[in-house]
């Protein structure tokens, strides 16, 4: 009774979901955990490759779900309507949709170049914000007033506070990721579908690699996070599958913060040891 009673607020089952940027890191994660949970998992990448080899490691594991690896690049128009006419390919409906494929730049702010805005929004805010809208038929076909389809964007921690370091146009991408969001759960709400972003902080990924690459530099992360880890596969499975099963049908427009505290950080203690 208790497993069917989770079942219904937290299955998938049956669903067909895409999953952007969905051969390492976060997306890797959301894809593993919606195979899992039974779902259909599109996976698309820019490294065709790499998202079929995760595909075969994904059906390996003899979960109830299913993965299909190819290529994709929403970094251009082209490379969106190509993606998108390959999902049209594929399925006829589309349950759920990570928005999780992202681009980064790191430089010091006295050299931080121009060319570092147009390719981190081309991929972050652009084509998030056009694949969403050229694959809304498929969208509104598996929605209902009970079950509503599903859009997940990735944001960040970054685009939630003030925090630059050196990432100044993915900061910035990010909190344009999260307003985008808002803006599309208000406009989306009556066609029956739901949209959500979370908001990580580090997690070890290629992108974080810099910073979580090695046990060492991990517990240098972990040691300036208010928790005192950085995030787990286990922490993105589980906001994800409350927000596409029974459970999140009524949550819509949410900035879920999946930082270990960063978020709530006030900084500064204006009185210092006098207000202890």
């Given amino acids: 009774m208790t497993q069917d009673y989770l079942s219904s607020l937290f299955s998938v089952a049956g669903k067909t979901a895409l999953v952007t940027g969905g051969a390492t890191g976060i997306g890797r994660m959301i894809a593993e955990a919606l195979v899992r949970a039974g779902a259909r998992v599109l996976i698309a990448s820019r490294k065709g490759d790499a998202c079929e080899a995760v595909a075969r490691e994904l059906n390996a594991l003899d979960a109830p779900g299913t993965a299909e690896g190819f290529a994709g690049d929403v970094g251009s128009e ?30 010091p702010l006295e050299h931080f170049p121009h060319k570092a805005w147009d390719g981190v929004f081309s991929v972050n805010v652009a084509g998030l914000f056009t694949l969403t809208q050229q694959l809304l038929p498929l969208i509104e076909a598996a929605a209902s007033d009970d079950d509503p389809a599903r859009i997940v964007n990735l944001g960040s921690v970054m685009g939630a506070a003030p925090i630059g370091d050196n990432a100044y146009s993915y900061a910035a991408s990010k909190a344009a990721v999260h307003h985008l969001t808002r ?40 040691a300036s996070i208010p928790s005192g880890r950085i995030g787990r596969p286990d922490d993105i499975a589980g906001a994800l599958l409350f927000l596409c099963g029974r459970g999140g049908a009524y949550t819509t427009g949410a900035i879920i913060p999946l930082d270990g505290g960063i978020g709530v950080e006030t900084g500064h203690r204006i009185f210092g040891e006098a207000a202890l």
């Fill in 183 to 222: 803006i599309l759960a208000k406009e989306f709400a009556p066609r029956r579908i739901t949209v959500n972003a979370f908001a990580p902080g580090p997690f070890q990924s290629r992108m974080t690699a810099f910073a979580t690459g090695d046990e060492h530099k991990r517990a240098l992360v972990a």
């Fill in 78 to 107: 082209a490379g969106v309507m190509a993606l998108v006419s390959e999902v049209k390919a594929r399925t006829s409906h589309l349950n759920i949709l990570v928005n999780n494929a992202g681009k980064t730049w790191g430089e």
